[in-house]
Nanobody, 127 residues
Framework: QVQLVESGGGLVQAGGSLRLSCAAS??????????WGWFRQAPGKEREFIAG????????YNADSVKGRFTISRDNAKNTVYLQMNSLRPEDTAVYYC??????????????????WGQGTQVTVSS
């Protein structure tokens, strides 16, 4: 079984920055064999894809809502994926989840394509 643990959430003022981390552990695990994604879910809303990185790490994709502000990256040696969030806005307030899957080659924006999920970390942006 693979476990994903997010960290780095918190309260920040609008215009500020946060970096989320997602550390993977468990069975024989190689982060470089996984496709990764970050999602978020605000109260009363559906889970939304934010950013993804493919298995080889040479392709990323950001949702329009965060393009130019958020960046996904990975450190295979640490089995960790990051989400750097800059110029945060109140509408970015949500629970943020990382997800991974070892059958993905390309970036997927669909939650059901990911087998492994973290527990979520709260990000609150005050105006």
């Amino acid at each position: 079984q693979v476990q994903l643990v997010e960290s780095g959430g918190g309260l920040v003022q609008a215009g500020g920055s946060l970096r989320l981390s997602c550390a993977a552990s468990g069975r024989t695990f190689s982060s470089y064999a996984m496709g990764w994604g970050w999602f978020r879910q605000a109260p009363g809303k559906e889970r939304e894809f934010i950013a993804g990185i493919n298995r080889s790490g040479d392709s990323t994709y950001n949702a329009d809502s965060v393009k130019g502000r958020f960046t996904i990256s990975r450190d295979n040696a640490k089995n960790t994926v990051y989400l750097q969030m800059n110029s945060l806005r109140p509408e970015d307030t949500a629970v943020y989840y990382c997800a991974a899957d070892d059958s993905l080659v390309a970036v997927s924006r669909r939650p059901h394509n990911y087998d492994y999920w973290g527990q979520g970390t709260q990000v609150t942006v005050s105006s």
